[in-house]
């Protein structure tokens, strides 16, 4: 299989820690952030990261189908294990909603900032303040503190299980883990402080879960 991530991309990142959890052998491919002619080729014009392409071919957009198709069979026993489903997959959506909403304005200062190509820079501010109005990614900046609170109180439940038990359902890593693993490496990629800003039992955490990978 391969995978068509952006690095810093949690969905990716998501799907990608999922195969990496399940031994599935797959390719990761990096798109470039100003070139994304081989994605939109290959998906019929759908160029958000994550797609993946699976060995026969078929092709699949966004990280919740994606995590669906290979989820299944002792894929799912894993990682989804009954009869916790239903909690685990809320989380899973939790962690790609409310709480990605927070931490990616966290994190996109520093992305911004990552780019060397002044184009990719610009391109990538043009994309957030089409959506989040002019100067967002600068008013996030000017707001962190604001924002790195927002995400501790949301995250403060999370973080009394992990001091419990290592993984958010137990002993083992399920598609919870591989959600918030994806917003912990979104953060890290724009700088690993964050998520020592946020609270150092999460580095610890994130550490976890990598180690988990058979
Ligand atoms: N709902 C989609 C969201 C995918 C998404 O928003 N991906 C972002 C990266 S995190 C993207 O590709 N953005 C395009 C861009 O920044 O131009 C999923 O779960 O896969």
Not at 80 to 103: N, R
Not at 112 to 135: M, S, T, V, W, Y
């Amino acid at each position: 299989m391969k995978l068509y991530r952006f690095d810093y991309s949690p969905y990716a990142r998501k799907v990608q820690i999922l195969l990496e959890l399940l031994g599935k052998q797959h390719e990761v491919v990096d798109v470039s952030y100003s070139d994304r002619t081989e994605l939109a080729t290959l998906t019929g014009g759908y160029i958000y990261v994550p797609v993946l392409v699976d060995d026969e071919g078929v092709v699949t957009v966004e990280s919740r189908p994606i995590c669906e198709k290979l989820l299944v069979g002792a894929a799912k026993q894993a990682l989804v294990p009954s009869p916790f489903e239903g909690p685990i997959w809320a989380y899973a959506d939790f962690a790609d909603g409310p709480l990605e909403d927070v931490l990616f304005r966290i994190a996109s200062p520093a992305l911004h900032h990552r780019f060397r190509d002044p184009g990719e820079q610009a391109l990538f501010n043009l994309i957030k303040e089409r959506k989040f109005g002019a100067g967002c990614v600068d008013q996030w900046l000017q707001g962190r503190d604001a924002l790195i609170e927002r995400g501790q109180r949301l995250l403060a439940p999370s973080l009394a299980t992990l001091e419990r038990v290592p993984f958010l359902f137990g002993t083992r890593p399920t598609l919870a883990d591989a959600a918030l693993y994806g917003l912990l490496a979104m953060l890290e990629s724009g700088d690993p402080e964050l998520i020592v800003r946020l609270a150092p039992a999460l580095a610890r955490y994130k550490e976890r879960v990598e180690a988990a990978r058979p």
